[in-house]
C-alpha cells in the first residue's frame, strides 16, 4: 500500500504567516489537500490553540468549508497531544531531513519531500491508532498533559 501525507506547505520568500495569510493561503491549501487524500468524504479538520487558529475570521471560515470542524469553543485542553502529527509523525520526518544539504528553498522542499517517503508505514499506522487511547488518557487526567502515556 502507498501511504501518503498532506504535501507540506512552503511559504514564498518574504510570506509570513499572518491571520489573512493562514485564512488565505494555508486553510484553502488544507482543505484542497484532505480532499485529495479522502476524495470529498467526511473528513474532519482539527486545529490547536495558536492564535491564528482562534481567529473569529479563521473559525467561520473553517465552519463554512469543512465538512467535520471542530471549533474553538469544543476542543479539548492540550489539544497538541491529541494531533499525531504534532506529536509523532512531524518528528519522525525532521530527524530524517538532511539539514546539511538544506542551501536553499528549493533543498529544503527536497530534502523534507524526501524524509516524508521514509516514513514507515506501519510506524504511522501505529501512531495514527493511538489517537483514541490518548482522548481517553487526556480525559482519564482532566485535560492535563499525558506525557509519554500513550506516545
Same mark, same amino acid.
Given at each position: 500500500?502507498?501511504?501518503?501525507?498532506?504535501? &507540506?506547505?512552503?511559504?514564498?520568500?518574504?510570506?509570513?504567516?499572518?491571520?489573512?495569510?493562514?485564512?488565505?493561503?494555508?486553510?484553502?491549501?488544507?482543505?484542497?489537500?484532505?480532499?485529495?487524500?479522502?476524495?470529498?468524504?467526511?473528513?474532519?479538520?482539527?486545529?490547536?490553540?495558536?492564535?491564528?487558529?482562534?481567529?473569529?475570521?479563521?473559525?467561520?471560515?473553517?465552519?463554512?468549508?469543512?465538512?467535520?470542524?471542530? &471549533?474553538?469553543?469544543?476542543?479539548?485542553?492540550?489539544?497538541?497531544?491529541?494531533? &499525531?502529527?504534532?506529536?509523532?509523525?512531524?518528528?519522525?520526518?525532521?530527524?530524517?531531513?538532511?539539514?546539511?544539504?538544506?542551501?536553499?528553498?528549493?533543498?529544503?522542499?527536497?530534502?523534507?519531500?524526501?524524509?516524508?517517503?521514509?516514513?514507515?508505514?506501519?510506524?504511522?499506522?501505529?501512531?495514527?491508532?493511538?489517537?483514541?487511547?490518548?482522548?481517553?488518557?487526556?480525559?482519564?487526567?482532566?485535560?492535563?498533559?499525558?506525557?509519554?502515556?500513550?506516545?
Amino acid at each position: 500500500m502507498v501511504w501518503t501525507f498532506t504535501r &507540506p506547505y512552503f511559504f514564498l520568500k518574504g510570506e509570513r504567516l499572518n491571520g489573512q495569510t493562514y485564512r488565505d493561503e494555508l486553510l484553502p491549501f488544507y482543505k484542497e489537500e484532505g480532499d485529495r487524500l479522502f476524495g470529498h468524504k467526511n473528513w474532519g479538520f482539527q486545529q490547536d490553540g495558536a492564535s491564528f487558529h482562534k481567529d473569529n475570521k479563521a473559525q467561520k471560515w473553517c465552519k463554512n468549508n469543512f465538512k467535520f470542524f471542530i &471549533p474553538k469553543e469544543k476542543w479539548p485542553p492540550n489539544s497538541p497531544e491529541l494531533n &499525531p502529527l504534532d506529536y509523532s509523525i512531524w518528528d519522525n520526518i525532521s530527524s530524517n531531513v538532511e539539514y546539511h544539504k538544506v542551501k536553499t528553498i528549493n533543498d529544503l522542499r527536497r530534502e523534507v519531500e524526501k524524509a516524508m517517503k521514509k516514513v514507515d508505514v506501519s510506524y504511522a499506522r501505529e501512531v495514527i491508532g493511538a489517537f483514541l487511547r490518548r482522548v481517553y488518557s487526556v480525559e482519564k487526567h482532566g485535560g492535563e498533559l499525558i506525557i509519554d502515556e500513550y506516545s
